[in-house]
C-alpha cells in the first residue's frame, strides 16, 4: 500500500477568535446525494461566550454545518467556520 503522506499545511479547520468562534473538533464529512457538494458537521463551544465558561466550555457546545471546496488537485480548501 505505501507510505502515508501528509501535506504540512493539513489543517482544515480551526477556530476564529475574530468571530469568537472557538473548540471546533469532532467532526465528519457528508457528500449530498447525487451531488459533489460536500459539508464538514462540527462542534463548538456556544457563542459568543462559550469562551468564558472554564471548564463548562466543553458542556456548552453547538452543532455547526459548512460546505467544503476542494482545490484542483483534490485537496481539500480550508474551511471558514461561519457565525
Known sequence: MGP???????LILSKDPEQG????GHNSV???PGTD???IIYHRFTRPDG???GDAAGYNRETCIDRMYFNED???RKVIPTP
Request: glycine share 8%.
Open 4 to 10: 502515508i503522506r501528509i501535506p504540512e499545511n493539513n
Open 21 to 24: 468562534i472557538y473548540g471546533t
Open 30 to 32: 457528508l457528500q449530498k
Open 37 to 39: 457538494e460536500w459539508c
Open 51 to 53: 469562551i468564558h465558561l
Open 74 to 76: 483534490g485537496t481539500i
